[in-house]
C-alpha cells in the first residue's frame, strides 16, 4: 500500500506541476498574442527575462546545502544532540541564499558595466 502512494505522489505530483506549468504559459502566450504582440516581441520579451545567473545562484545554494547537512551530522555524532542536524542544514542554506545573492549581485553589476 504505501508503495502505490509513493508511486502515485512521487508521479502524480511532479505530472500536475508540469501539466499547470503548460497550461499557464499557454495562457500567457494566448493573452500577448491578443493584446498585438508579434511573435519576434513575444520571443524577445521571453528572452529578457531569463536570469543567466540562476544556476550559480543554484550551485551555491546547494553546496552550502551539503555542507551544512555536513557540518550538522558531525556535531550531531561528537555532541549526541540530536538538533545539530536540523539546525545545521537550514542555517547553512540561509547562508547559501545570502551568499548567492551577493554573488549574483556583482556580476549582474559587473555585466551592467561591461554594456555600457
Do not use: C, H
Not at 502524480?12 to 519576434?40: C, H, Y
Not at 553589476?109 to 555600457?116: L, S
Amino acid at each position: 500500500m504505501e508503495a502505490v502512494l509513493g508511486i502515485i505522489f512521487g508521479i502524480g505530483i511532479p505530472g500536475a506541476v508540469i501539466i499547470t506549468w503548460i497550461f499557464f504559459r499557454s495562457k500567457e502566450r494566448q493573452m500577448l498574442i491578443q493584446k498585438g504582440f508579434t511573435n519576434d516581441q513575444i520571443i524577445s520579451l521571453y528572452s529578457s527575462k531569463k536570469n543567466p545567473y540562476i544556476w550559480l545562484k543554484l550551485g551555491i545554494i546547494v553546496v552550502f546545502f551539503g555542507i551544512g547537512l555536513g557540518v550538522g551530522g558531525l556535531l550531531e555524532n561528537l555532541t549526541n544532540v540530536e538538533m545539530f542536524l536540523p539546525f545545521g542544514f537550514i542555517t547553512f542554506t540561509g547562508l547559501g541564499f545570502v551568499v548567492g545573492y551577493y554573488v549574483s549581485r556583482k556580476f549582474e553589476k559587473e555585466d551592467q558595466e561591461n554594456e555600457v
